[in-house]
């Protein structure tokens, strides 16, 4: 099983800061890693796929970046609707897995 | 539009079994597969299994096997996400999921079922 590793856990910082979230692979996903925000009592959305790709809508000061084992979500100015908590994934190989999560505080 | 609604919440006991929906709309439900994803309370999430309607192909992640029954009814459109014998520690919010047009990671949630097994 490939186990993602996320860092921070805890993130504070304040509107119109930049945020770096990591994630670390086990073993090579390739680029089939995914980026998802959860807002309390909301299901999951998807933000970025494959690595980099922004899904459909995603404001474009969310980037992703990365390739093999380690990946970077980046939030380039956060907007006050950005803090949540962010997941990573991967579909590289099964079973899928997620991160445990990278919880964005308003500082 | 492709929609996911999935039953009401649960409360039952160690022992008892249960079965939830995820009623799919807005696309054909045969052309994608299903996956169910949980999250205890407070925590990250953790992909369950996944089903192809067309098939019946079934895949589940090791953490759940033979724990839990992933089974579809393709005259209604809808997933079903099953419990023989429920455990203090299947409390939790049930998400049934799907890919989206261009990729193969989750682009429609349903809003997710809370299942409460207490005594």
């Known amino acids: 099983e490939i186990v993602l590793t996320q860092s921070p856990a805890t993130l504070s910082l304040s509107p119109g800061e930049r945020a770096a979230l990591s994630c670390r692979a086990s073993q090579s996903v390739n680029i089939y890693l995914a980026w998802y925000q959860q807002k309390p009592g909301q299901a999951p959305s998807l933000l970025i796929y494959d690595s980099s790709t922004r899904a459909s809508g995603v404001p474009a000061r969310f980037s992703g970046s990365g390739s093999g084992t380690d990946f970077t979500l980046t939030i380039s100015s956060l907007e006050p609707e950005d803090f949540a908590v962010y997941y990573c994934?991967?579909?590289?190989?099964?079973?899928?897995?997620f991160g445990q999560g990278t919880r964005l505080e308003i500082k | 539009e492709v929609q996911l609604v999935q039953s009401g919440p649960e409360v039952k006991k160690p022992g008892d079994s249960l079965k939830i929906s995820c009623q799919t709309s807005?696309?054909?439900?045969?052309?994608?597969?299903i996956n169910w994803v949980r999250q205890l309370p407070g925590q990250g999430l953790e992909w369950m299994g996944s089903f192809d309607p067309r098939d019946s192909s079934t895949y589940y992640s090791p953490s759940f096997q033979g724990h839990v029954t992933l089974s579809v009814d393709r005259s209604i459109n809808t997933a079903y996400l099953q419990w023989n014998s429920l455990k203090a520690s299947d409390t939790a919010i049930y998400y049934c999921?799907?890919?989206?047009?261009?990729?193969?990671?989750?682009?429609?949630w349903g809003q997710g079922t809370l299942v409460t097994v207490s005594s």
């Open positions: 807005g696309y054909t439900f045969t052309n994608n597969w």
């Open positions: 999921a799907r890919r989206g047009q261009k990729t193969s990671f989750f682009s429609f």
């Open positions: 994934q991967q579909r590289s190989d099964r079973p899928l897995t």
